[in-house]
T-cell receptor
């Protein structure tokens, strides 16, 4: 059973470009969470999704950021018109469908660098 | 609002020492608490997860305890080794948090040979 997969592992974008980060949860997991780790800061929750539904997006910046978890395929975190302050490590986690308070399993992260 | 604090922020010890990392949280209504290890530039490795009904969990040289009523957890590392050098993160999943983990800022551990 493969773990949580994220790609790309490293992503470089110039200011104003779009960044798309992908997350494939563990097999059988239907809950996906995105967290961001800014340089020299702790991990902060961004968004919690289930298949085709956003459950909690209270940690998402109001503009330029969006997330989806379609019925088929990976979860996507999309950042439009990136700025230097978006440079961070973005981690995805997944958990099984039985409830929202199970253990969350983390992927290796995508490190975004904005030039 | 749940807040998680880890003390100390950094710790340097000689090899072989036993050490304790501390984590405190403000809302005791939790489902579980998890300890992670993060190496520089890397992802998170889950070390131990303690459910709210448990008092401690052990894995090898690691022992994590949970005192929910006082809002505290400790991670005990026995006979530390240079390979233990990393940042250790504590994360809480609270009843009132809607499924999201709240992380502490981490303790950066350095074990000197």
């Amino acid at each position: 059973n493969a773990g949580v997969m994220q790609n790309p592992r490293h992503l470089v974008r110039r200011r104003g470009q779009e960044a798309r980060l992908r997350c494939s949860p563990m097999k059988g997991h239907s809950h996906v969470y995105w967290y961001r780790q800014l340089p020299e800061e702790g991990l902060k929750f961004m968004v919690y999704l289930q298949k085709e539904n956003i459950i909690d997006e209270s940690g998402m910046p109001k503009e330029r950021f969006s997330a989806e978890f379609p019925k088929e395929g990976p979860s996507i975190l999309r950042i439009q018109q990136v700025v230097r302050g978006d440079s961070a490590a973005y981690f995805c986690a997944s958990s099984p469908p039985s409830s929202s308070y199970n253990e969350q399993f983390f992927g290796p992260g995508t490190r975004l660098t904005v030039l | 609002k749940q807040e998680v604090t880890q003390i100390p922020a950094a710790l340097s010890v000689p090899e072989g020492e036993n050490l304790v990392l501390n984590c405190s949280f403000t809302d005791s209504a939790i489902y579980n608490l998890q300890w992670f290890r993060q190496d520089p530039g890397k992802g998170l490795t889950s070390l131990l997860l303690i459910q709210s009904s448990q008092r401690e969990q052990t894995s090898g040289r690691l022992n994590a305890s949970l005192d929910k009523s006082s809002g505290r957890s400790t991670l005990y590392i026995a006979a530390s080794q240079p390979g233990d050098s990393a940042t250790y993160l504590c994360a809480v999943l609270g009843v009132n948090q809607g499924g999201k983990l709240i992380f502490g800022q981490g303790t950066e551990l350095s074990v000197k040979p």
